[in-house]
């Protein structure tokens, strides 16, 4: 774009990091791209006079020093409160914009799979998920089956990732700024990539930020566990078979067929995984299984529940029942701890209430095994 005489120039760049994060799985490729973009972003510098505006997006931060090397008057409004709301739909914008379009629509359903991305401020919908939804009516997870980035799965797989800590997990303004090729912190792929959001903010006594990052909504829930099962050793067949078998087995109450499944389930990664892999090795490896098996199937899951006696490691709820689910890994045969503290601690009395059905299982995985050897079941 030329400007004429006197007249400034407004500049507008969209995925700005796109060629990099694009190969971030290949890291040669990856610096070129840094390079390129450097040289190209650095124009604007030497353009500065002859600037109005300018306004960079992407999904990645980058540092100043690595990609804009000498433009030090860029400000980013990622955790700017005031422009929480730019980049998706409020709620007001939902129900006044597309009022036509809403009837006979779960506004409830609707917020719980698509809202919740939230940088400090006002949490928003998907665009594209609401778009698409209003669009087709289906439930699905249209944003997430866009694409997810093969070096986030990796990522996770080598670091060992504990699948319940992503639904909370605690970090700090230099974490999640800590972003660059061949450097890349977890929280700060995750919340930069859109698939953790922010849920808390805490302001220590020195003036420091602590943030509490979850998933954003049901959409990123579901899907993410499913991709993360992938890279824990899980066949796609098995996902797809336990989509609709696991819900009705707990439905109807069928522990032993639930046991059944879980049996089979840690039985299909092959070994030949576990020995490739040395995530296997990390004793979170098969809560993380059990938990992202769980939650990729949209259920209403809680992980951690506090109780004034401790922490339940997952409860399910379900239509007129309730599971309270405690596991432990052990080292070869099962020690029936985990049932035991359920029952010393009252993890169910919290749950009891007329008309519901309360069962408590403890489950415990063997190392030796590679599977589950203890699996008890109480009604509460």
Not at 60 to 76: M, P, R
Not at 80 to 94: E, H, I
């Amino acid at each position: 774009m030329r400007a004429h005489a006197g007249q400034k120039v407004v500049v507008l760049v969209d995925e700005y990091d796109k060629p990099i994060v694009d190969y971030l799985a290949e890291p040669e490729v990856a610096l070129k791209m840094r390079e390129a973009l450097r040289n190209l972003y650095g124009v604007l510098k030497d353009a500065d006079s002859h600037l109005r505006f300018v306004f960079l997006t992407g999904v990645s931060k980058f540092s100043k020093v690595s990609l804009f090397s000498g433009l030090n008057q860029l400000e980013d409004l990622t955790l700017d409160a005031r422009w929480s709301a730019l980049c998706g739909y409020t709620q007001q914008d939902l129900e006044t914009l597309f009022a036509p379009e809403l009837k006979g629509v779960d506004l409830a359903a609707v917020r719980r799979w698509y809202k919740g991305y939230n940088w400090g401020g006002e949490a928003v919908y998907n665009p594209y998920d609401i778009m698409l939804y209003l669009d087709q009516r289906v439930f699905r997870s249209y944003w997430f089956e866009t694409g997810t980035p093969a070096f986030l799965i990796e990522v996770l797989g080598q670091e060992g990732v504990f699948a319940p800590d992503l639904s909370r997990l605690e970090t700090s303004t230099e974490l999640l700024s800590r972003f660059d090729v061949g450097n890349i912190g977890r929280e700060a792929l995750l919340w930069q990539t859109g698939y953790l959001t922010l849920r808390e903010t805490e302001v220590l006594e020195s003036g420091e930020s602590v943030y509490t990052l979850g998933y954003p909504n049901l959409e990123v829930e579901v899907a993410l566990n499913r991709t993360l099962l992938l890279a824990l050793g899980v066949r796609s067949e098995i996902l797809g078979s336990m989509l609709t078998r696991v819900p009705r087995l707990l439905k109807a109450g069928d522990l032993p067929g639930f046991r059944d499944h879980l049996h089979a389930l840690f039985a299909s990664i092959p070994l030949d995984w576990h020995r490739r892999n040395p995530i296997a090795r990390y004793e979170g490896y098969y809560a993380s299984v059990f938990y992202s098996h769980l939650l990729s199937l949209g259920q209403d899951v809680r992980l951690e529940d506090a109780t004034s006696k401790g922490r339940i490691n997952m409860v399910v709820k379900m239509p007129g029942r309730i599971f309270i689910f405690e596991f432990k890994v052990v080292e070869g045969e099962a020690e029936g701890k985990a049932l035991a503290q359920i029952q010393a601690r009252g993890y169910a009395d919290k749950f009891r209430q007329p008309g519901t059905v309360v069962t408590l299982v403890g489950i415990e995985f063997s190392q030796a095994e590679r599977n589950v050897v203890g699996f008890e079941v109480m009604e509460g």
